[in-house]
């Protein structure tokens, strides 16, 4: 069973304050995805990983940075956080290569920026 | 810009009816088109994906139709049930390899 794991479930943050969402997966699937999700917006890609030591910037990177120091996890760094970053995030994992891409979601991260 | 467009924003059928969720993409270059589907307060998961060499899959009462001319392709759920309330994402991806996901339909099932 695919299994990606979230930290913390739901963190209320301060504008300007520095914020990191933690991402563990125990696939061993080389990619690693950051999404967020708001309402009329869907699943938007802000940054992914292809391994460790590798991070690319998806379709809206700015505001946010990320980390892939292993296989196992990835985080989502917000330097100075805006209410605009109030969103559910999610993390996912995916095996990559040339075959058709799976991706297994985590539980999402509920973020609030006051 | 959206690459990927769903249609419609939701959808409300009765028990037993087929819902039809209808998706469109732009790039020729995708070659990998998944469903997933999301429950109330949960993560998204694959529900079910085609590729182009077929016009049609089937997965129980879940089928997709293709159609790489028009660059359209739907989601058919039969007999729907309350169970398949949910909100469903279509999604491309070509040789980029990341997935583009349309916005979603939200279907509800009424009893």
């Known amino acids: 069973e695919a299994a990606v794991t979230q930290s913390p479930r739901n963190k209320v943050a301060v504008t300007g304050g520095k914020v990191t969402l933690s991402c563990n997966q125990t696939?061993?699937?080389?990619?690693m995805y950051w999404y967020r999700q708001d309402t009329g917006h869907g699943l938007r890609l802000i940054h992914y990983?292809?391994?460790?030591?590798?991070?690319e910037k998806g379709d809206i990177p700015d505001g946010y940075k990320a980390s892939r120091p292993s296989q196992e996890n990835f985080s989502l760094i917000l330097e100075l956080a805006t209410p605009s970053q109030t969103s559910v995030y999610f993390c996912?994992?995916?095996?990559?290569?040339?075959?058709?891409?799976?991706?297994?979601f985590g539980s999402g991260t509920r973020l609030t920026v006051l | 810009q959206q690459q990927v467009r769903q249609s419609p924003q939701s959808l409300t059928v009765w028990e037993g009816e087929t819902a039809i969720l209808n998706c469109s993409y732009e790039?020729?270059?995708?070659?990998?088109f998944p469903w997933y589907h999301q429950f109330p307060g949960e993560s998204p998961a694959l529900l079910i994906a085609?590729?182009?060499?077929?016009n049609k899959k089937e997965d129980g009462r879940f089928t997709i139709f293709f159609n790489k001319r028009e660059k359209k392709f739907s989601l058919h759920i039969a007999d729907s049930q309350p169970g398949d309330s949910a909100t469903y994402f279509c999604?491309?991806?070509?040789?980029?390899?990341?997935?583009?996901f349309g916005l979603g339909t939200t279907l509800q099932v009424q009893p």
């Open positions: 696939n061993n699937h080389n990619n």
């Open positions: 999604a491309g991806t070509g040789n980029t390899g990341k997935l583009i």
């Open positions: 996912a994992s995916g095996t990559g290569g040339a075959a058709a891409e799976t991706l297994y």
């Open positions: 085609i590729r182009p060499v077929s």
């Open positions: 790039d020729s270059t995708f070659d990998y």
């Open positions: 990983s292809y391994g460790a030591g590798s991070t």
